[in-house]
């Protein structure tokens, strides 16, 4: 597995998350699902697998050694980690909580940075990204620095031993696809731009790929090679679902080194200036030809005054 990671630090950051995924593996594999009486910054109630997640990553990015500050889609804010170290890593333990209990696979996303105020930074500063599913079997997609390729990792056992071993390499995604994950369907009234798109998709046969978690709608278009992910925002971006720092962000950073496009139905995702923490927004992503289709009906929409 060495190979799949850049050389020094970042080579720490990623063991870290492997290490970390390794845990999540197991409790979600054997441990009971629960509410708590918790909420998280953004006043979601949580679930003990989002607290455990949560706390095994932060374990992991500390004894690294090499992670200076994270935050997470649980506690928003920046944890100082080691003094000392180089990055900071913004992520979602567990992308999937309403889906985890029908036992749909669900995933954990990092996003990997400079040692810089996230305030005011473009995503575009970001320097690696990760994101782990775990289903029938606990797989990755991981960006590799070295060869500036995206490669997919699978957890797997060889007589007693576990390892993760690379199982694809230089992943792309195709500029044209025949599947398509549309979420969030019931604000189409709301936004004829995005019901043009879904009709468009529908009128010409395009397969549905949906299970209602972002982390394994968008695995499937990095291991089949085409697709996309729709997830609109609400009349207006600031009331989109979705976190730019915590998921958006990561992914689309992958979805680019993949060939693919990753835009909020106006700009490259990767282009947007972090406001804030808390910051959202829509999410268009996958085969390039198709999202400039999908920005081009939000387009047309908007200059008809429609939405």
């Known amino acids: 597995m060495e190979e799949v990671y850049s050389s020094g630090d970042l080579a720490k950051v990623y063991r870290a998350i492997f290490k970390a995924m390794e845990e999540i593996t197991d409790i979600m594999r054997y441990e009971p699902i629960s509410k708590t009486t918790s909420v998280n910054d953004f006043g979601e109630t949580q679930l003990n697998l989002d607290k455990e997640t949560d706390e095994i990553i932060y374990k992991n990015l500390k004894e690294s050694g090499v992670v200076y500050s994270a935050c997470s889609e649980e506690s928003c804010h920046p944890t100082v980690l080691n003094e000392d170290g180089v990055y900071i890593v913004t992520f979602d333990p567990l992308d999937g909580s309403s889906i985890v209990d029908v036992s749909f696979a669900v995933g954990s996303i ?12 473009s995503c575009r500063e970001m320097v690696a990204a990760c ?23 699978a957890y797997r056992r060889f007589g007693t031993e576990k390892k993760w071993v690379i199982t694809n390499t230089n992943l792309k995604i195709a500029e044209d696809a025949s599947t398509f994950a549309p979420g969030n ?3 189409i009234k709301e936004l004829p731009g995005y019901k043009h798109a879904i009709d468009w998709y529908i009128d010409n046969g395009k397969k549905l790929r949906y299970s209602g978690g972002m982390a394994p709608d968008c695995y499937h278009m990095f291991v ?10 609400i009349k207006e971006r600031k009331i989109a679902k979705l976190r730019v720092l915590f998921e958006c962000a990561p992914i689309a950073f992958l979805v ?25 927004c829509p999410v268009y992503m996958g085969s390039k030809n198709d999202i400039d289709k999908i920005d ?5 929409a908007e200059d008809a005054g429609e939405q």
Request: charge should be negative; glycine fraction near 12%; avoid cysteine.
């Open 256 to 280: 680019e080194k993949a060939g693919g496009m990753a835009t909020d139905g106006h700009i490259p995702i990767l282009d947007t200036v972090v406001d804030s923490y808390e910051m959202r």
């Open 224 to 233: 089949k090679g085409e697709g996309v992910f729709l997830y609109p925002g």
């Open 296 to 300: 081009d009906f939000i387009k047309q």
């Open 185 to 187: 369907l019931t604000v």
């Open 131 to 153: 994101l782990g599913v775990y289903g029938t079997k606990s797989v990755a997609i991981v960006y590799d620095s070295e060869k500036d390729q995206i490669d997919e990792l």
């Open 110 to 121: 990092f996003g990997i940075w400079p040692k810089i105020d996230l305030i005011g930074a």
